[in-house]
């Protein structure tokens, strides 16, 4: 249980968002922006670790005045709030890329590319479109993905319905063989990285470079992407309306974003 752990050894909390900060409005409460800079004023360091791409999350960063870096992409960007600059990619092989992508049904899949913080799309869509203007992110057409000829991608998304994205996740270690790391954020949407490219992996190297380990961190999630963060950080939280695999892995669970379960942890058992 959570209070059987040390929470005076933690020097460090992660964020994710979607779900957990930022509720269905994707608005981040006064509360707990007055809370981040409380946490500043005593030294406790703090950052986010998301599934969306930069720009979003480099938005989210500077309201609550994070100045370490954030993770993003799910783990295939970290990037530094304070000059922008990328500091890990990890990236998909364009080789595999291309062999996944000539697999897939075009006709029940929509796939979009991540090179850094720019997305690639073959055209646009209902989905891309409110994909798009949701995160307020860089695009570009390129109707036969003919950049992927010379660049490796950093994120493969896929978007389907409900039911087609089922079928894809139990076809997907047979096409991929083991080469990307692959995590069903929504019901119609999947994502594929580089197998270092997920939150775990990401966190491992922030962590290194702060000369910390995840002895010194609490996570908060709410997702299948937040599980090995959440079980190997010294305390992990996750949201109540998780899934049942994500309750198991953490210690303690919390109210969701639009009750405050994150501002009122923080308020109750972090600051002094």
Not at 212 to 223: C, E, M, P, R
Request: net charge positive.
């Amino acid at each position: 249980m959570f209070f059987n752990k040390n929470i005076n050894d933690c020097k460090l909390l992660v964020f994710d968002l979607d779900g957990t900060i930022l509720g269905k409005k994707s608005n981040i409460s006064n509360k707990m922006i007055k809370l981040c800079s409380i946490l500043k004023k005593q030294d406790i360091l703090f950052t986010i670790a998301t599934g969306r791409s930069s720009k979003p999350a480099l938005n989210y960063a500077n309201i609550l005045g994070i100045e370490i870096p954030i993770i993003c992409l799910g783990g295939s960007l970290i990037i530094d709030p304070i000059n922008n600059k990328i500091i890990r990619e990890t990236k998909i092989d364009k080789k595999i890329s291309q062999r996944f992508l000539k697999t897939l049904d075009q006709e029940k899949y929509e796939p979009a590319l991540y090179f850094g913080s720019n997305l690639y799309i073959k055209q646009i869509s209902k989905w891309s479109k409110g994909y798009i203007e949701r995160q307020k992110i860089p695009y570009f057409i390129d109707k036969n993905f003919s950049i992927i000829s010379k660049n490796n991608p950093t994120m493969i998304l896929i978007v389907g319905n409900p039911d087609d994205i089922d079928s894809l996740e139990k076809k997907l270690p047979k096409l991929i063989k083991n080469s990307l790391y692959v995590v069903r954020s929504m019901p119609h949407f999947c994502e594929l990285s580089n197998l270092k490219g997920n939150k775990f992996f990401a966190l491992k190297f922030l962590l290194e470079t702060l000369n910390l380990n995840f002895s010194n961190v609490i996570t908060f999630g709410n997702g299948e992407a937040d599980i090995e963060i959440i079980k190997n950080s010294q305390i992990g939280i996750s949201i109540n309306n998780s899934s049942k695999k994500l309750l198991k892995a953490s210690d303690f669970s919390i109210a969701p974003p639009e009750e405050q379960g994150v501002e009122n942890f923080i308020k109750k058992y972090i600051l002094k």
